[in-house]
């Protein structure tokens, strides 16, 4: 046990508060001192955006590694050519060259990735753009349908676009010129990828249902899915290389994990009921529809996301108008009897 | 106004099914209300040929098949001259369609296919629009219903500025020194009549909107008629009760019988059987003639408009009030002539318009109606184009003055709000006048008119 401690005595002052910041005296200023409105300062506006978006990731080492490997090589490979040259030792130099150009190579098509990822932020910078259009004038909402018309690759004697063009009047106002590009421009397409999801799903749904090996079904899926996304960037205008479709595949798939979660919530009844039925039908079919209408719902996705122009919500194409599609196309697959059974009329 | 049985039961029917609206076209005179009228029965007759109407979804996707002039309700009401109305538009060279003079009446029946199938949805449905047209002036009269005698001449000297004053100087001198306990002479009163009557006059050439009572200006058939042998007494200082108390045969009560008598037997009827009964509402707005006239006549036609608006109904629709008590329930405000400025200054005359109808905009907020302002010209009567000048590229319009002069001219800009009072004197605005380009198609060109359509009957076309 210690003991106990002897009294000790504290100073009674406080010691003072170290002050946080010093206070401005109060500073008048002659009227005639030129100003000018208050502005929120740059930063602090700057802050949310900056925090809320996702972090930029940059791979560092990766360039790191993948540069200096390719420098470093293609130095040594050609530092190395004089010597077998001198030395007449033919297969080495032989060797050296395809290296090279191997490298060569290999650069190329990172550059030619590079450009296409270029591309599809271009085409994410449209998007905004055209989004802004109702806030911008006449003459930058014209210049931006022509914009837009390059990039799904229209001609000049396009029909839409001559009917977008006799339908713009100098009196437009961006909001009706971007009201027009929906239409004349967009509506069309919007149908054809409408079209191409439909068919893509139903016949994704149907090699499902008669596939009879699960391990080729998954690989089928994800292929065919891979294509479907494609052939709608495609419709919109967009080209995708190697890494911009991993991109905006995985764009697409985050979106559906999370922003499209509450929307599934109130197709699942739905959805629910149409497997329920399916599955009555037969377990293939059940799992045919199922996988049709995940197909589908990733078409509808990936096509919201490469759209130039945000879907408003009339135009905005549901999952409810494929079903029934997709649902014809599992019964008439159930119900096509076999020729041997085939009931005489 | 009884109407036959069956009429009444099938008109009843039709408005059950929300397949007949009854538009009300508002707007002072010189408004362009008779334009706006013939270039939409025009652009509804031509929907689908020639006319452009890209900003109306259901004439854009080919749906709408075009509208036909039936024979109207009231067989007792002129009907609208659109023939009229459109050859003097086809004249060399093409003038305006005449001022309306009196009340005509129009009932259109427009056809579309419906954009979506379904069980009960016929392959061809069809909307029938009752169209009104009247003169401008008597719309004033619409806020007498709020006033007695004693509350109109109050308000009537309320807002009268010095450039109002001297204009009706004449009458005022006289007027002041009437007693309104003195015994009415028939008459002087005549005269003081005639005289305020002259006054009115001035100040609608002068470019004044506010201006009642409106049959004063545009008698029609009462033209002599003692009813419009009335004014309001400027200086009533005494309280009404006593004023009240007055014997019949003085001045004040002679004037106040006939006040009562023009309110209950002019303007009500008219109220009552043109006005009531209405489902959608466009206000049209001159705001380029207003800012031509100046600040004082600016502030009159927003005070007009203010009061104008209260005249009206508005609310929900449910299939009860649709049949018993209609109720305006979307409104489009426009500033009307946009073709006379350049269609980059489009989005401030909208500004404008909104400051001018801040107040009674407010109110509709507050009942939550759904208010488009837009910019339009019915029938236009320029071409827009670019002129390089001084190295500088300039919108600019083409078109021909109403004097026959051929110009290609920037009108200047329009302020997005009200400028101060001495912005009018030292620099001042003068939009010019134009007349009507010759037509080359069938169909009028417009501005927004597609856009005001969409917004008004759109909703009821799909």
Known sequence: MSNPQPRRDFQTEEAPAPSPKQLRQRESFAATESHQPLTPQADIKALPEASLSTPRKRRWGLMFALVGGATLGSVELATGIPDAFSQSQWMTMAWQLFGISLIGLGGLSLLKELGRLRRLKRHDRLRHDLAELPQRSTKQAQSMAEQLKRQLKLSDDDPHWQAFQRACQPHHSGEEIQTLLRYHLLAPRDREAQRLITRMSGETAIMVAISPLTLVDMALVAWRSLAMVDRLCRLYGLELGYASRLRLFRNVLHNMAFAGASELATDASMDMLSLDLAGRLSARAGQGLATGLLSARLGLRAQRLCRPVAFTDQEQPKLADLRQDLWRQIKRLDKEPTPATRPQK | ?462
């Open chain 2, 1 to 462: 106004m009884r109407q036959p049985l069956s009429r009444e039961l099938s008109n009843l029917l039709e408005r059950g099914r929300d397949r007949q609206l009854r538009l009300a076209v508002t707007g002072l005179s010189q408004a362009g209300k008779t334009a706006f009228l013939t270039s939409l029965v025009n652009q509804l007759r031509h929907a689908g040929v020639e006319a452009q109407l890209d900003l109306l979804p259901v004439a854009r996707e080919g749906r709408l098949l075009g509208a036909q002039r039936l024979n109207q309700p009231d067989l007792g009401v002129p009907r609208f001259p659109y023939d009229p109305g459109m050859a003097a538009l086809r004249a060399t060279p093409p003038r305006w369609p005449e001022p309306t003079r009196g009340i005509s009446e129009l009932r259109l029946q427009l056809r579309y296919r419906p954009a979506q199938q379904g069980w009960f949805t016929p392959d061809i449905a069809h909307l029938t629009l009752d169209l009104f047209d009247y003169p401008g002036e008597w719309l004033l009269d619409l806020p007498l219903l709020q006033h007695d005698f004693y509350s109109w001449c109050q308000a009537q000297s309320l807002h009268e500025g010095p450039h109002r004053k001297v204009l009706f100087s004449e009458w005022l001198t006289e007027a002041e020194q009437l007693d309104p306990a003195a015994e009415a002479d028939e008459a002087k009163l005549a005269a003081l009549a005639d005289a305020y009557a002259q006054g009115l006059r001035r100040a609608k050439q002068a470019g004044f909107s506010d201006l009642q009572p409106g049959r004063f200006l545009l008698p029609g058939e009462l033209d002599g008629a003692p009813v419009l042998q009335f004014f309001p007494l400027p200086e009533l200082n005494a309280p009404k009760e006593t004023l009240e108390a007055l014997p019949d045969t003085s001045i004040y009560a002679t004037l106040a019988a006939r006040f009562r008598y023009y309110q209950q037997q002019v303007v009500r009827p008219f109220y009552r059987d043109h006005f009531r009964r209405f489902d959608r509402q466009i206000v049209l707005v001159d705001v380029l003639g207003a800012l031509n006239a100046g600040p004082e006549r600016f502030e009159d036609l927003s005070h007009a408009l203010r009061q104008l608006m209260q005249s009206f109904d508005y609310g929900k629709r449910s299939l009860l009030t649709r049949l018993f008590a209609p109720k305006i329930d979307r409104l489009a405000i426009a500033a009307t002539k946009a073709d006379h400025v350049t269609p980059d200054q489009h989005g401030n005359v909208v500004q404008l318009l909104e400051a001018l109808l801040a107040e009674p905009l407010k109110d509709l907020r507050f009942a939550d109606i759904p208010v488009k302002a837009l910019s339009l010209a019915a029938i236009r009567a320029t071409e827009a184009r670019e002129v390089l000048h001084e190295g500088k590229r300039t919108p600019a319009l083409k078109g021909t003055t109403l004097e026959g002069e051929d110009v290609l001219v920037y009108p200047g800009d329009v302020p997005n709000r009200l400028p101060k009072a001495d912005f009018w004197q030292q620099q001042g605005f003068d939009f010019p006048s134009f007349r009507p380009m010759p037509i080359d198609s069938a169909a009028l060109s417009h501005i927004r008119m597609d856009a005001a359509i969409d917004w008004l009957i759109g909703d009821k076309l799909i």
